[in-house]
């Protein structure tokens, strides 16, 4: 399995970008994908989390009403819309895979893991 994360880049503060995450090798019809993000000299901490089946989404605090996780089932594909950016969201985002247990906001209850895409927020 491999997840290919995309959509990082440069953006003001106040702007907006959007993250993708494909999944190949397989198709996952049930568990769950999440964003983490690591900022530098900084912990990865977890961002989102959504469930392939119903579409059940989980926020971190910091981020709710800010960013929105989104999934296409039919092209094994999860988005991260980030609005309102502040300079506190730049980091590398990371996406995952797992079938850890509702809601999936821990790093061990992911199991695949993308090569990271990086988010820089200018002020």
């Known amino acids: 399995v491999q997840l290919q994360a995309s959509g990082g880049g440069l953006v003001q503060a106040g702007g907006s970008l959007r993250l993708s995450c494909t999944a190949s090798?397989?198709?996952?019809?049930?568990?769950?994908m999440g964003w983490f993000r690591q900022a530098p000299g900084k912990e990865r901490d977890f961002v989102a989390a959504?469930?392939?089946?119903?579409?059940?989404?989980y926020y971190a605090d910091s981020v709710k009403g800010r960013y929105t996780i989104s999934r296409d089932n039919a092209k094994n594909t999860v988005y991260l819309q980030m609005n309102s950016l502040k300079a506190e969201d730049m980091a590398v985002y990371y996406c995952?895979?797992?079938?850890?247990?509702?809601?999936?906001?821990?790093?061990?209850?992911?199991?695949?893991w993308g090569q990271g895409t990086l988010v820089t927020v200018s002020s």
């Open positions: 995952a895979a797992g079938y850890g247990t509702w809601p999936a906001r821990y790093e061990r209850q992911y199991d695949y």
């Open positions: 090798g397989r198709t996952f019809s049930s568990g769950n």
């Open positions: 959504i469930t392939w089946i119903s579409g059940s989404t």
